[in-house]
């Protein structure tokens, strides 16, 4: 995952925030804001990408590549599938919290 855009995205939220609360927000911390969309599109292509990846190992190694060992395949294939659970799960975490707030009485 890009660390950089959860960073960018945790500023943004904390001046969200603090113009909520009616304060003012420095220019550093507004300068510095990643909209959530751009985060969420390279997260997403870095799960694609792994994926892929893991796929053409495996094609390579049922195809007689020399060069691609079968450990090699089966660790693309579990850092393939641990970022796909990890999206997952970041997905129901997010559902969940737009059921929780369409829930909440206003």
Do not use: C, W
Not at 2 to 31: F, W
Not at 39 to 59: F, I, P, R, T, Y
């Amino acid at each position: 995952m890009n660390v950089s855009g959860m960073d960018s995205l945790l500023v943004q939220m904390r001046a969200a925030m603090v113009l909520a609360q009616g304060g003012t927000v420095p220019k550093t911390a507004a300068a510095t804001t990643t909209d959530f969309a751009s985060v969420l599109k390279s997260s997403l292509d870095g799960v694609a990408q792994a994926q892929n990846h893991a796929e053409a190992m495996q094609k390579e190694f049922v195809l007689g590549n020399d060069k691609v060992s079968l450990s090699d395949v089966m660790i693309d294939g579990q850092k393939a599938n641990i970022s796909f659970q990890a999206t997952v799960q970041v997905r129901n975490k997010v559902i969940a919290a737009y059921n929780d707030i369409m829930n909440m009485q206003v």
